[in-house]
């Protein structure tokens, strides 16, 4: 009997389980080795503790395009001709950089500019051209410059945009205070929610990445629903911890779809963005 007629007959009786052992064993060590290796060399080139900063493998960043396509109604080679712009915008790298390295957190983030997700969010911006985006949690201010690089394409395409940012750290968002990125952010400290109530214009595209509780993430998009502008987008951060803004979605009669990033050379396993719509 040959080995695969062997192997074949033993599939079938109750040893399988104890034959497939050491295979599986071997495939599971594979994994974690790579993972330990990732994550030694992180933890001693690292700076962050939270927040973390990453690429995307290849296959994600196209899996990221055809899903901002998809959001925004859009061809997929332009969405690739934006994610390529901020990529290859050196003076939003520079600003970053240097903000970062004159920080007085600087102990605690990495001065290579790392977008991750993030340059999804600069391809729907883009897309859709918002004259207001809201968006909560701002932390160092990475995200908000972000978005600002993207308004200000936008402006000088002829459709100019603002970004409110809220969070409640009064630290936060140092990245976020310096020209040019400045002159479209609108910094506001205090309670999410209560900052939301207190909005004056409304808002064609609100971002959640703030207080990750459910409980929290449904406050804010309850409290932003009065505020939207006709045809606004929500994004949520926590897409890929909780199940809020689906069903928030399927309660208000919008679509959903989400994303979810694949970091390169990182232990972290990434997280994404939901989008109703």
Known sequence: ?????????????????????????????????????????????????????????????????????????????????HLAEIEKDDQLRRHLEAGIAGAARRGLADQRVRYGRRIGWYAIVRARRPAHIVETGVDKGLGSCVLAAALLRNAADGAPGRVTSLDINPEAGYLAKVEPYASVIDLVIGDSIAAIGALDRPVDMFLHDSDHSVEHERNEFTAVEPKLAPGALLLSDNATKTNVLPKYAEKTGRRFLAYRETPKAHWFPGDGIGAAW
């Open 1 to 81: 009997m040959s080995a695969t007629n062997i192997r074949r007959a033993i599939a079938r009786t109750p040893l399988a389980p104890v034959a497939a052992f050491p295979k599986r064993l071997a495939n599971v060590a594979r994994h974690d080795a790579r993972v330990l290796r990732v994550s030694a060399k992180w933890l001693f080139t690292s700076r962050e503790h939270h927040n973390y900063t990453y690429d995307l493998t290849a296959l994600s960043r196209e899996h990221l395009a055809w899903y901002v396509a998809a959001v925004c109604d859009t061809g997929v080679k332009q969405v690739r001709q």
